[in-house]
Structure formats: structure tokens, C-alpha cells
């Protein structure tokens, strides 16, 4: 590999001024260097995990097209050192000049959807990056919008009615975000420089890699480095748990990891793919696949939470890695240059430990598209529909022979075990027998020997494993009845 430049401080764009930092902490947050810093004050710290969105601001990133796309994220969980080449935009830069308020803004204060106020700039600045590209939404559009947004006051109904009549203060031709958007195109292309930033030493340092062979390289030499990608999980290790995750390594920014590709019969998602990229494509390819990312957090999570580091965390509530099991995928994990593909399903060996070496990191995963004979289904149970942690999460494949046996099925759970797990038991249960009830009925008592399900916050053991149970019987009826193909497809909170 060439020499790489090394530069030491973040570049980035905050409203519309040039910000360059050089005394920047690891763990320091967006969200703190906002208010405690710049003393910008719209953006608030409500729960400080990602969950009530009343620190929502918006970032402007470059895509590898080379276009400007402006997500909103939580401000309270994102890392200063992730935000390098981009904008960062506050509730404060929405009014004019001149002191004219934000179609969006206009809008809040006519349909009162503001009482206390605090998480009104949340609303706001979700509901700016939802008219961005929608200026007329659906009303499924606004609420899928306003997932990671919460309100004790207002029952949301005003929110809603604000939201559908953004567009009648004005157009989003005028919008400075939209008609400005080639200036500031050009404005962070000049922030980018191909160099590596390096900021800090010991337990202040972190690096953000110029490329996808520094990123190796870097780790290499630095194995026991903290990956951030979305921060989604790492965010709340500092944020509740106080944990120190010096030396940081940032990789959002890796255009090489934000691939999407479709060979072969598989779907090949590059590990920085946040859940928004990957969504259009995986729900094309595996219908199935769109409503489970739909109930993964909210809005803003999606923007951040990538594929590849929910797999990497190897949590055993994760959402995807029990889908992704049940369809076989396989990941590339690199080190070095060396490179090497394993199933997915052996990845995970026990909780908080992967197959993965000293300074190997996940490069992609790869998804097979089910047959079109195959039956697949997911199932998220949670307390609440919307923004919630999986208590428990099934997820299934089966193919059927042409004489009503079962040719193959494959079943793995989250939530289970300490891993995502495969329900392998189950699955020798009903392998050759008919697909009845009665042949499901008999493997339902097999879950005993698949999992030893936890109590927790979320549920009881008994609880999951009689819901565990309960999945495949579901399945079973969803894929027999007349019913079966609408729904197979849907994702309710049990």
C-alpha cells in the first residue's frame, strides 16, 4: 500500500461554516460539543441513547455517486470523529435570515405541535429531512418518519397534521439545503483530501482511515481498537455504561464499504451499508426482509445502525443475524489483505466472543434470494411495535417437496440464547415428515433441547420459550392457509 498523508484534525461543515478540530476526544459526542461548545441549544439531550430523538440533527454526507444526501441521526450517540467531509445541520440554520421561520417550523407553530417545546426541535429537524425528499408524504410515510421521535404532550395528532401541510408554505425549490446543494457538493469535495486523520494519543486517540486498506492496516497494528461504524451500540457503551473506547478507529465514512450488489442469486451488502441504504434493495430481493428493518429503532437509527456491525456486535437480540442464518448467508471477513468467507451461522461461538481474529474485521455479508417455491417469514416480538428491543425474534425457511414433505427448513432465533442461535433439533423434527399440523406439533417439543431461554427486563424465560414455540406454529398456519402469501410478509408486536 502507498504512503498515506496523515492529518490531525476533523474537517467538517457545521451550519454553514468551516469547522476544523484538533483537541477532540474519542467518546466526544455531537450532541456535547453542540451545546457545551457552540452553545447551540435547540438540540436537546433528552435520553441519551438514541431513543427519544429530541437531539436529532441532520448530517450531509457524500455518496460514492458522488451526490449529497442529508439523513437525520440522534446527535446524543453520533461521535465527533465520525464526521469528518460532512455537514452537520441544526434546527438553527432552518429560519431565514431575515428571522422568517422554516416551512417546517411555520407549519409546527399553526397546527400547534409544540406544547412543552423540548422535543420540539426533534420533530422539526426529522420531519425537515422527511420533506427533503418527500414533500407530499403518505401518512405511513411521516409516521415511518417520526419513528425515533417521542412526545409526552401532544398525542402526536398535531405533529401529524403539521406535517401534512408543510408543502403548502412553500416549496422545496427554495429550500437552501436543495437549491445550494451543488455549492455545498463542491464544498466537501474540498474537505476531502485522502489523507488519514490521527487525533490524539493513548487514551484520547483515534483514526479515521483514508481507505479500506488503511482501515486494514490500521487495525492490524492496532487489533484491540474500537470499529465504530453506526455507533448505535457504541454510543450507549459511553453514554450509559461509561466505557472507554480508546484507541477508536471511525469507518463511516469508507466508500468502499457501502456497496450493494446483486449476483448470482445473492444480494452482497458491504459492512458500512447503514439499514436505510440496504432497505430498497433487500426488500426487493427478500420482501421479508423491508418490514423487519422497518421496526429496527427509529428513523435515525436506521440512518446510522449499520448491517454489518449489528452482525460484528454479536448480540443475541440483534435483528438481522437470526434472518440472515435462516438464509443462509455468509460473511468476508478480512485481515490484512488476506481475506476469508464463512458461514454465518459459525461466526457466533458464544456471547461477546466471534470467529474472529485479532485484527480481523467483517468486510461484507452475503444473503442468498430464497427460490421463489421457498417459504420465508420473521417474526420480532417486543412490547411495543415501534422502536423496541426484540425479546424474541424467530425466523424461518422452508421448502417444501413436491409430495408435501419437508425438503429443507432451516429455523434460528434471537433472543434464545447467548447467541443468535439455529433451532437445529426443530429442524431434524420435521426434516422428511409431512408439512401438518401434527408434524409441527411433535417438533414443538424439541425447543427444549435447542434453547434454555434468560429472564429479563424484556421478558421471562417462560415467556420466550413458549412464544419461540408458538413462531413455528404461526409459520405453519401462515403457509397453509389461503391467506398464507399476504401474510407471511407481516411483523407484529406479539
Known sequence: MAAVTIRSELRFILNGKDVSLRDVAPDQTLLDWLRLSCLLKGTKEGCAEGDCGACTVLVGRLTPEGGLVYEGVNACIRFLGSLDGCHVVTVEHLAAADGRLHPVQQAMVDYHGSQCGFCTPGFVMSLYALWMTTPNPSDREIETALQGNLCRCTGYEPILRAARAISTYGGTDKDPLLSERETMIARLKGLRDGARVEIGEGKRRFVVPASLDDFAAVLETSPAATVVAGSTDVGLWVTKQMRDIAPAVFIAGLDELKSVTVKDGTVSIGAGVTYSEAVSVLAQHIPVLGPLIHRIGGQQVRNMGTIGGNIANGSPIGDTPPALIALGSTLTLRKGAERRTISLQDFFIA?????????????????????????????????????????????????????????????????????????????????????????????????????????????TAEYRALVARNLLLRFFVETTSGAASAQVQRYEAA
Open 351 to 459: 456471547y461477546g466472543k466471534q470467529d474472529r481474529q485479532p485484527g480481523e474485521f467483517v468486510e461484507a455479508v452475503h444473503v442468498p434470494v430464497p427460490a421463489a417455491s421457498e417459504k420465508v417469514a420473521v417474526y420480532k416480538v417486543t412490547k411495543r411495535r415501534d422502536e423496541d428491543i426484540t425479546a424474541t425474534l424467530g425466523a424461518f425457511r422452508l421448502a417444501l417437496a413436491g409430495d408435501g414433505t419437508v425438503a429443507a427448513i432451516t429455523i434460528a432465533y434471537g433472543g434464545m440464547a447467548a447467541t443468535p442461535k439455529r433451532a437445529f433439533a426443530v429442524e431434524a423434527a420435521l426434516l422428511g415428515k409431512p408439512w401438518t399440523e401434527a408434524t409441527v406439533e411433535a417438533a414443538m417439543e424439541k425447543y427444549a433441547e435447542d434453547y434454555t431461554p434468560l429472564t429479563d427486563m424484556r421478558a
